[in-house]
């Protein structure tokens, strides 16, 4: 883009975004998630201005868009004489940064693009008024991935509540969002490669085009999108249209509610092999995360047993269980993603196999499905993200599932505290959606347990009392922008 020339990146209400500016708050920085650096506030306030000169320097325009749709002012790149300053900290972690508001303007020192974003959603969000107050603060996260799953296969939502609930994360500094695409009740992502498993299916589904929207929509919010294809089990909606990729090659009933479903796919077929690489492949191409979420959950071994391939295959292979065999299948497939660029995240319950990839992140959800296996992994280094169903599941009910639960979690393998070690990647809160299908009821069930998740994920200190109040304020300016809040 020429220098001098002013951009207008579209009205937040195009974007799906319905407020502009934050409500005047009695303290104007009681900012959620609560910072972990030392936070100086000075008297004097800097105006936003229509339109606002940006010295990005060294890092892509990308990670400043999101703050000017929020605001909805115009910018220009420029070397001199700017509003907002982008300089390079070479030494500083990715998302940590340094914020600077004074006469001049606005400086942001930060490593990457992330880091920027994340300074800007706390100007924005110490804004009121189209001023900002004279602050400085350098804060950095507890955790690196901090997550939030959507469940868009046993119920399908559309595009614009997509974006809704990762602009909703964006502005809580959730940085992950884990996006559950294939299970038995749906196949939502569109393959060139494969049309019938839209075409002829009857579900609802993101085309290419509109999954590459999503994942431009949040990079520009510091969020990375991981999309999960569920294998080799939850699979009822591609065996359905490809019944060839069972075991018996017969399609199965139709799956309605969610359940536990005896008929997966054929871990003792080379094409089943080969077609799996093509579809992942595909997939690949359309999401920048480095990580990509084969599930892995779920998976009995029935129809393995009784199948002719499978059972040449074990025998083959010399393995000593089923559950090897599912480890041999997750070998194979995160093998591939590998060679693609890509880092393999199954759920725990593949820890029941002894093989596991070298590079494979588990994602923890209970203590039943190979779980004992889940803590000698993790104490020998493997890495984890924790996702504890009886604190982090926000599809159960607000009175099972609290507030004060989700705030107060601490990663944990049994007697093994895991919340300092370096490999505790970070945790993730999940929403499956067997139990409803509206935008008011996902919305009902997210807030305001995902102010918890935040700040939990974020802060490395905790106040409840401190919180409470904090989250007044965060669902008063969210019920602003038009979101659903559940009575707390």
Not at 48 to 58: S, Y
Not at 69 to 78: K, M, N, P, S, V
Not at 142 to 168: A, N, Q
């Amino acid at each position: 883009m020429p220098k001098g020339r002013s951009v207008c990146i579209g009205a937040p209400e195009s974007l799906g975004i319905s407020s502009i500016f934050p409500a005047a708050r009695c303290k104007a920085m009681d900012l959620m998630p609560n910072p972990n650096g030392r936070l100086l506030e000075s008297a004097g306030k800097w105006g936003l201005k229509p339109i606002m000169r940006v010295n990005v320097g060294h890092f892509d325009e990308v990670c400043i868009r999101a703050f000017f749709q929020r605001t909805g002012l115009l910018y220009e790149l420029a070397e001199e004489n700017a509003d907002l300053i982008l300089t390079h900290a070479p030494n500083f972690k990715d998302e940590e940064h340094y914020i600077f508001v004074g006469p001049s303007g606005i400086q942001v020192n930060a490593s990457a693009e992330a880091g920027v974003a994340a300074a800007l959603t706390t100007v924005y969000k110490a804004s009121s008024g189209g001023f900002i107050p004279h602050f400085s603060l350098k804060d950095f996260p507890k955790y690196s991935h901090r997550g939030f799953m959507l469940d868009c296969s046993r119920h399908f939502f559309p595009l614009s509540v997509v974006k809704k609930v990762i602009e909703e994360m964006s502005l809580l500094k959730l940085n992950a969002f884990h996006w559950h695409l294939t299970d038995d009740q749906g196949w939502r992502i569109e393959s060139k490669e494969f049309p019938e498993l839209t075409e002829n299916s009857g579900y609802d589904f993101y085309t290419q085009d509109e999954i590459r929207e999503v994942v431009s929509f949040a990079k520009e919010r510091g969020v990375d999108v991981i999309p999960e294809i569920d294998l080799p089990g939850h699979t009822t909606a591609l065996l359905r249209v490809l019944p060839w990729l069972s075991c018996k090659g017969k399609a199965p009933e139709e799956a309605y509610l969610g359940d536990v479903f005896s008929i997966i796919a054929c871990a003792g077929k080379e094409e089943s092999y080969n077609f799996l690489e093509k579809l992942l492949g595909e997939a690949c191409g359309l999401f920048e995360s480095k990580y990509f979420h084969i599930g892995g959950d779920e998976a009995p071994k029935t129809e393995w047993m009784q199948c002719p391939n499978c059972n040449a295959y074990f025998e083959r292979l010399g393995l000593s269980s089923f559950e090897d065999l599912q480890g041999h299948f997750t070998c194979r497939m995160a093998e591939f993603l590998r060679a693609n660029g890509k880092t393999a995240i199954c759920w725990n319950d593949v820890t029941s196999a002894r093989e596991l990839p070298d590079d494979l992140v588990i994602q923890y959800w209970n203590e039943f499905s190979g779980a004992g296996s889940v803590a000698e992994r993790f104490s020998a280094g493997r890495p984890v993200i924790f996702s504890d169903l009886r604190n982090m599941y926000f599809d159960y009910p607000q009175d099972v599932v609290t507030v004060q639960k989700v705030y107060s979690y601490s990663p944990a393998l049994g007697e093994l505290s895991c919340s300092q070690a370096p490999n505790a990647l970070g945790i993730q809160a999940c929403l499956w959606s067997e139990l409803f299908s509206t935008e008011k009821e996902l919305e009902e069930r997210m807030f305001p347990r995902i102010f918890a998740l935040a700040e939990n994920a974020w802060s490395n200190s905790r106040d409840y009392s401190g919180f409470m109040r904090r989250m007044k304020l965060e669902s008063d300016e969210a019920k602003a922008r038009g979101v659903r809040v559940a009575e707390f």
